[in-house]
């Protein structure tokens, strides 16, 4: 998910929040059916008829604007100045995981992301090349809304808003407080309301993401009948193993008492 | 009347070598072993291999039934909805799902350009199981990490699920199914669907 709002498109929020209201939310299915309720749990998106909607607009937006974009971007920038990019994005944005990691305790990682700025910003040039990566600490990142994961927090519902995509209500959230707080580009033009630095920086961040997800996404609606629904279930446990920090899953394929749902299927005679 | 403790250890010795000069396939009981047999072949036999497409997709699909539980990830995928489909729509679920995965897999062949594989370690995982760690290096230096869930059965290890970057293969494809069960007009629509895709990317793959 993009985690960038503009600055001036914050009064709009209210409006998106009315229009999930006006939409409606997904029909719970009845509590004598354990697998079933299991099932919508699972998928957790109580909102699925507006963020359908969101989707369906989102997709045209990508074929009209974003992907024209995008192929430009990665056509006649070489792969290596991309990664520049990437890497000088991350940089800027440290103090972000620095706060956050410290939200969540964990001061090693907070040192990490100090240490990872410091020797970037200078020996990798502003942040351009990931030299603290070659030095063996790679890039890690750390958001308001893992931090509420990590403080015990849900996820809400999934959320799917056009140009920031797949996210959840809890996460949407701490992407505004991450934004506000913690956000160095914020606290620059506090004030001053350059809007141009604020839309350059959102644009940067917005094709940035879109060029580097953008493989997979497309992998994964080449590859499946219901593009939205396989989207958000990749997204949802590729967003757990973020808030994990990569640990493995912690199996919910064998809930306690239960036979093992990869069982081997008896031949037949 | 007992055999001796002696002869016995010398009777089980010379079987163990017998079925290893026999089969020579200890790899299938090996989670690691098996997985890096896999990508070994993958890459030589297929990836790496001068032969067309459609020989590639053939020798995918072959490889694809030896290495993984194809109808133990089918049950997985269709959970619930299995137990009151019937017999011949769960068959019918089995040779689908096991073509889309053949075409969709068969489809991103050519962009092979030599990436690196490597298995990292291996964890007991669920009944008599294992959870196989590996990254798939490309030529930019970039990763990705791929776990592979692994069950025993009678011929040795199979690939039950494959998880790229957090991301299962079978959860997503369960939930993607389930939402189109629902949503769309049940067992049958589904299977319906998966036609149709399947037919789509058999006309892409050639």
């Known amino acids: 998910m993009l985690s960038r709002i503009p600055s001036s498109t914050i009064r709009r929020i209210p409006v998106l929040a009315l229009a999930i209201v006006l939409s409606g939310c997904a029909t719970k299915p009845p509590a004598s059916d354990p697998a079933a309720v299991a099932a919508f749990a699972e998928s957790n998106d109580q909102l699925e008829p507006f963020n359908r909607a969101m989707f369906k607009v989102d997709q045209g937006i990508d074929a009209v604007l974003t992907r024209p974009i995008v192929s430009t971007y990665r056509s006649i920038i070489p792969d290596p100045a991309r990664r520049g990019v990437t890497n000088f994005l991350r940089n800027l944005r440290s103090p972000i995981t620095f706060a956050n990691s410290l939200l969540q305790g964990n001061v090693d990682r907070a040192g990490q992301t100090i240490g990872r700025f410091v020797v970037n910003s200078t020996f990798g040039i502003l942040g351009f090349a990931d030299i603290a990566a070659d030095l063996g600490t790679p890039y890690q990142y750390e958001d308001f809304g893992q931090t509420l994961a990590k403080w015990g927090v849900g996820d809400g519902s999934y959320l799917y808003v056009p140009v920031f995509g797949p996210m959840s209500i809890r996460d949407g959230a701490g992407m505004l407080v991450d934004n506000f707080a913690f956000d160095p580009v914020t606290w620059y033009s506090y004030g001053k309301n350059p809007a141009w630095v604020d839309w350059a920086y959102f644009g940067a961040l917005y094709v940035d993401v879109k060029a580097s997800t953008m493989p997979a996404t497309d992998e994964l609606k080449a590859s499946s009948i219901d593009y939205y629904a396989a989207l958000r279930a990749a997204y949802r446990q590729n967003r757990a193993k973020e808030i994990r920090n990569g640990a493995p899953a912690p199996a919910p394929f064998m809930p306690a008492g239960e036979d093992d749902p990869f069982a081997a299927v008896p031949a037949k005679k | ?206």
């Open chain 2, 1 to 206: 009347m007992t055999i001796s403790r002696r002869t016995f250890a010398g009777l089980s010795a010379s079987f163990v070598a017998l079925s290893k000069a026999a089969f020579a396939q200890d790899w299938r009981n090996s989670p690691t072993g098996l997985v890096e047999k896999f990508a070994e072949k993958g890459i030589t036999d297929i990836l790496g291999a001068n032969i067309t497409q459609r020989e590639k997709t053939d020798r995918f699909r072959v490889l694809f039934k030896d290495f993984f539980d194809i109808p133990s990830i089918g049950r997985f995928v269709l959970a619930r909805f299995a137990r009151a489909a019937t017999p011949e729509e769960n068959d019918k679920f089995a040779s689908l799902f096991e073509d889309v995965i053949v075409y969709t897999w068969s489809r991103r062949f050519g962009e092979y350009k030599g990436q690196s594989f490597k298995v990292k370690d291996s964890s007991a995982d669920g009944d008599d199981g294992a959870l196989v760690n590996s990254d798939i290096v490309g030529n930019d230096g970039q990763s990705f990490a791929v776990a592979w869930r692994l069950r025993k059965r009678e011929t040795g290890f199979r690939v039950v699920d494959v998880i790229i970057e957090g991301v299962s293969m079978a959860i997503t494809y369960r939930q993607e199914y389930a939402t189109i069960i629902q949503q769309a007009a049940g067992i049958a629509g589904l299977l319906a669907q998966m036609q149709k895709q399947v037919d789509d990317l058999k006309a892409k793959v050639g």
